[in-house]
């Protein structure tokens, strides 16, 4: 059985930073592409970032997290992170990790989410 | 970048067929993932590559996909199918790599 669990979140003030971690289990880790997808809560879900299979050497990001947030894997320990830094009060959202199926998508497989809340 | 459209709300009476659409510009070339997002839970995919479906979903789920219009079809609806329901494609014209409806609430009255 595929497992995804989220962990990281929290409370941060704006410009503070955060880890987040999603730990895999139940498939091989290392042979699919691994995605975050967020959701504001009470609206509508948002991929923000993606990683591709292998050593993940590459890396996708929608616009407003450029530059601030940073996916990886370490495909020794069936994890994938998502540093992200210089947070923003509209960063706010449950973070998603999500499993994808075929590179291209679907989300095949989701966590339960972490929270993450951008306020002073 | 791509966008897709969906209606903000679907009503169904117990028993009944709910019809969701997606609209997007020739949507029908390209490949309509559905999920399903009940309260405080995480989406699960409900139909993928416009018409399949995972193991364990029902029968009553299906998807379809031509021109400007893909759909999500839930047949003999059941208290149980109360929830959001996503739409998604993938497309590389912008900077969202996967691109999300704004959800279609499905309440069965």
């Known amino acids: 059985e595929v497992k995804l669990l989220e962990s990281g979140g929290g409370l941060v003030q704006p410009g503070g930073s955060l880890r987040l971690s999603c730990a895999a289990s139940?498939?091989?880790?290392?042979?699919?592409?691994m995605t975050w997808v967020r959701q504001v809560p009470g609206k509508g879900l948002e991929w923000i970032s993606g990683?591709?299979?292998?050593?993940?050497?590459?890396?996708f990001y929608i616009d407003s997290v450029k530059g601030r947030f940073t996916i990886s894997r370490d495909n020794s320990k069936n994890t994938l992170y998502l540093q992200m830094n210089s947070l923003r009060v509209e960063d706010t959202a449950v973070y998603y990790c999500?499993?994808?199926?075929?590179?291209?998508?679907?989300?095949?497989?989701w966590g339960p989410g972490t929270l993450v809340t951008v306020s002073s | 970048s791509y966008e897709v459209s969906q209606p903000p709300s679907v009503s169904v009476a117990p028993g009944q067929t709910a019809r969701i659409t997606c609209g997007g510009n020739?949507?029908?070339?390209?490949?309509v993932h559905w999920y399903q997002q009940k309260p405080g839970q995480a989406p699960v995919l409900v139909v993928y590559?416009?018409?399949d479906r995972p193991s364990g979903i029902p029968e009553r789920f299906s998807g379809s996909n031509s021109g400007n219009t893909a759909a999500l079809t839930i047949t003999r609806v059941e208290a149980g199918d109360e929830a959001d329901y996503y739409c998604?494609?993938?497309?590389?014209?912008?900077?969202?790599?996967?691109?999300f409806g704004l959800g279609t609430k499905v309440t069965v009255l």
């Open positions: 999500a499993k994808d199926a075929y590179d291209s998508g679907p989300f095949d497989s």
């Open positions: 139940g498939f091989t880790f290392g042979s699919h592409a």
């Open positions: 990683i591709i299979r292998g050593s993940g050497g590459s890396t």
């Open positions: 020739n949507i029908g070339s390209k490949s």
């Open positions: 590559d416009d018409r």
């Open positions: 998604q494609v993938w497309d590389n014209s912008g900077d969202h790599l996967y691109v």
